[in-house]
């Protein structure tokens, strides 16, 4: 006997994420998910350390102190941010707040892989949007608008894209939808984007934005899973009635702390980024590879079919390199390249330049 799931469970294809493993090499020059190449803050790492001596101890409910902390950074209101195991888990209250049966959830053609994931496990209906040429189109997305949206979940800058909108742009978003929409702008990449808040400043004056940020990026801690969320006191309120009390072990919470405040190590992440981001996309459009301009910590290289991307990303792999596909993603024809330190930027372009016999 099979004993049945809720409606809409099945539907869900399971998440890929980017591999780490592959056959023949012991330690492969991973670009495959976005991950910090410099690793993460030796300030982090002691605070590591130290939490060992309060392990005993049940860690905090409402994370007051990694508030308090990221408030002061970001020049935030500490009332208004929730944080969570990876912004995931911020994106994924939302949906189990505001998103149900015969609830429509929106996301963008080569949007977030988790946004239908998530809208499925509330019982709602994903909705996908066409992008125009790898490109949010606000208007697209106000004519999928109707009674039944709930959310509108939006990456910017994109992923797997890179791309991203002018603020303006999303505000004139939010300006427009219906009265029972939550606009959520999803800041993974927020710090390696030039002169963006993430929509700060918007959440600020609406009651229907929120923002997720996360410390899997810029911070270095993908493996230890923190983000957060800043919105409307309101909708923050509603989101915390779901949240877990414990759901940030003391370890999760120290060790984010130190490496918000680390902002050396942070300025020094988000600066080789746009230089290295910068070098590799001459690089490959030097090499006749198609790539737009990226505002995050990856670029997407466009071939010219999907034969062609298949093949680099072999050969690639025979070199000990991972990169990601993103067929995925609505973008068969192309690889995202995380952009790495120094070494494994030029390790990469070598490589590729050899698969175009360029080398
Ligand atoms: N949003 C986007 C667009 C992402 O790429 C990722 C990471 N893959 C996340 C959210 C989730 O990040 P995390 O849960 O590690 O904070």
């Known amino acids: 006997m099979t004993i049945t799931p809720q409606p809409g469970i099945m539907d869900i294809a399971l998440y ?36 060992a001596a309060t392990l005993h101890r049940y860690p905090s409910t409402d994370h007051a102190e990694l508030r308090a902390a990221i408030a002061e950074i970001h020049e935030l209101d500490a009332e208004r941010i929730i944080c969570g195991v990876g912004s995931d888990e911020v994106l994924q209250f939302l949906a189990q707040c505001y998103a149900g049966p015969g609830d429509e959830v929106i996301h963008t053609e ?35 608008c109707n009674e039944r949206t709930r959310i509108i979940y939006l990456t910017n800058p994109g992923n797997p894209t890179g791309t991203m909108i002018p603020i303006t742009e999303v505000a004139r978003l939010a300006e427009a939808i219906p009265d029972q929409v939550i606009l959520v702008l999803d800041g993974a990449y927020v710090e390696f984007a030039e002169d963006y808040d993430g929509g700060a400043r918007l959440v600020e004056t609406r009651d229907n ?20 969320g800043y919105g ?46 910068g070098w590799l996309r001459d690089k490959l459009l030097g090499l006749g590879i198609a790539c737009d301009e990226s505002h995050a910590n990856y670029v997407l290289a466009r071939f010219a079919d999907e034969a062609e991307a298949g093949a680099c990303d072999g050969a690639l792999r025979a070199e000990g390199i991972l990169v990601r596909r993103v067929g995925g993603y609505g973008l068969p024809q192309a690889l995202r390249i995380t952009v790495g ?9 070598d490589a590729i330049a050899r698969f175009k016999g360029a080398a």
């Open 16 to 51: 890929v994420g980017g591999q780490s493993r592959l056959e023949g090499h012991a330690s492969p020059l991973k670009l495959s998910s976005n991950e910090n190449p410099y690793g993460t803050s030796t300030r982090a790492l002691a605070a590591l350390e130290r939490s």
């Open 110 to 144: 080569h949007g977030f892989a988790m946004y239908p994931i998530l809208a499925r496990a509330a019982g709602a209906t994903p909705i996908e949007v066409a992008e125009r040429e790898r490109v949010v189109d606000v208007d697209a997305i106000l004519a999928a």
């Open 209 to 228: 934005v929120v923002m997720t940020r996360t410390f899997s990026k810029i911070h270095g801690l993908g493996g230890l899973r923190i983000g957060w």
């Open 232 to 277: 409307p006191r309101a909708i923050i309120d509603v989101l915390n009635r779901v949240r877990q009390p414990f759901n940030l072990s003391s370890t999760q919470l120290s060790v984010a702390e130190a490496a918000i405040r680390d902002e050396g190590f942070t300025e020094h992440c988000r600066a080789e980024n746009a230089r290295l981001r």
């Open 341 to 349: 330190d120094e070494a494994g930027c030029t390790r990469v372009i």
